[in-house]
């Protein structure tokens, strides 16, 4: 019995299939016929641990994060910088991990959704998120709940204050297509004033 | 996307070198060329890292100018205390492009070398595009044409540039300087992007295996009468259908010294050094802030779905200059 994921993937490749005339009759620059760059070591701090990997050198962060190391929490949405579904922190700044390649953050501690949680403990973000019911389908909170924990930081660095509408501003890069916003908003505002 | 070879440079002569390699391209947030690439759109055989290049300082130049580094994070150089103090207009205008993630992302320099662009640049279901394939045609001009420009175009392009920090740039008289095999140059921003003309291919003037390594800010009497206005379809996280960048410096009610430049009409910043001299020397006015705006507006060119943005930009115009004659 195939898992959710491999049925999906397999899904996807047909449909991928159907479509290449469609690519291919379209008269583009095809890209330059080099030997593909092989895979090579890279080393991750990913929530804390080290991963040694063996990575092509095109191999997106978020790329890496799901099907390399298995961390799936974080999400692909649109993959092209304009969901924010896939937002982790690295190096506690919020970023968009499908518009980064892997190879770029040697060095650098990466945090995940999966590594906001102290053990079983949730962080102060996530209870809020369940708290206010800030989520329906649930697919962009993962990079919801990242980007509103680097928020908080930010707000205090910049002097500024927690109303609704600067945090709909910094949150501007996450969008939710089931329109839980009210409620996203009231949890961040919940833990940002209930911390300062 | 396709298969990429990565190298990581210590310092800019680094940079250069592995510059020189076929079909090399420099990376540093990746924002856009990395969007570009997934898109079909971009294809550099290698790309030279240069986040690790030691181009990330922000130094304080003598007399009251500003060096901020080309490897600087667009939200670091919005954040920084001087540049909020001298430069509010770019801090402003900083803030209001992109995202939040973004920010956090895109350099200085990867800021001024996003492509200037326009959905059917990058939308490679669209065959024809001078800009993507040079001599192609370009299906944007019969296209959805309410993102284009309206000043500057030619027959071959009417992509404008998205960049809000390059019109703040514009205004406050930035400096680039460039760093290439030959040696160093310094180029205006006001000169750094190009219009289309037979060339859309090219949206700067940066030559090739050159680098960005810094962009100069000089001294500034302009911080407490400055306004950035962004007029958007959405609120937030969207390109400008029209921004302006407007500073003053004022001597009592009188404007001593104008500046103006326009986001969201052209293929670069709009500035007119003779629209901002009918304000010098008179009380900052109504009439006055129209006829500069009419002024440079002058030999707008806009098309059936974009002729909105004549009368809207005139009126953001108008808007910004009162506000920033306000002051801070």
Known sequence: MPDRRSF??????????????????????????????PPQPVRLN???????????????????????????????????????????????????????????????????????????????????FLEHDAFQCGYCTPGQVCSATALLDEVRADGAGFTDDEIRERMSGNICRCGAYPNIVA?????????? | MQSIYYERARDAAEALRLAQQDGARFIAGGTNLLDLMKGDVEHPLRLVDITHAGLDRIDELPGGGLRIGAGVRNADAARHAVVRQRYPLLAQAMLSGASAQLRNMATMGGNLMQRTRCPYFTDTAFSHCNKRQPGSGCDARQGYQRMHAILGASPACVAVNPSDMSVALAALDAVVLLRGRQGDREVALRDFHRLPGDTPQQDTVLQPGELIVAIDLPPSRMARHSHYLKLRDRASYAFALV???????????????????LGGVAHKPWRRPEAE???????????????????????????????????????????????????A
């Open chain 2, 277 to 327: 001299a009918i304000l010098h020397g008179r009380p900052l006015d109504d009439a006055q802030c129209r006829a500069a705006a009419q002024r440079l507006l002058e030999g707008a060119q806009p098309l059936d779905g974009n002729r909105f943005k004549v009368e809207l930009a005139q009126r953001a115009i108008v808007r910004a200059l009162r506000i920033a004659g306000e002051g």
């Open chain 1, 187 to 196: 949890a961040i505002r919940e833990v940002a004033l209930r911390r300062s």
């Open chain 2, 243 to 261: 921004s302006v960048a407007a500073a003053l410096d004022m001597d009592g009610g009188v404007v001593r010294e104008a500046r103006i430049a």
């Open chain 1, 46 to 128: 990913i929530n804390g641990r080290d991963y040694n990997l063996s990575l092509e050198p095109r191999v997106t962060l978020l790329d890496a994060l799901r099907e390399h190391i298995g961390l799936a929490g974080t999400k692909k949405g649109c993959d092209r910088g304009q969901c924010g579904a896939c937002t982790v922190l690295v190096d506690g700044r919020r970023i968009n991990a499908c518009l980064t390649l892997a190879v770029m953050h040697e060095g650098q501690r990466i945090t995940t959704i999966e590594g906001l949680a102290q053990g079983d403990k949730l962080s102060p973000m996530q209870q809020a």
């Open chain 1, 8 to 37: 999906l993937q397999s899904a996807l490749a047909a449909v991928g299939a159907t479509q290449v005339p469609v690519a291919a009759s379209a008269s583009q620059p095809a890209a330059p016929a080099v030997p593909a760059a």
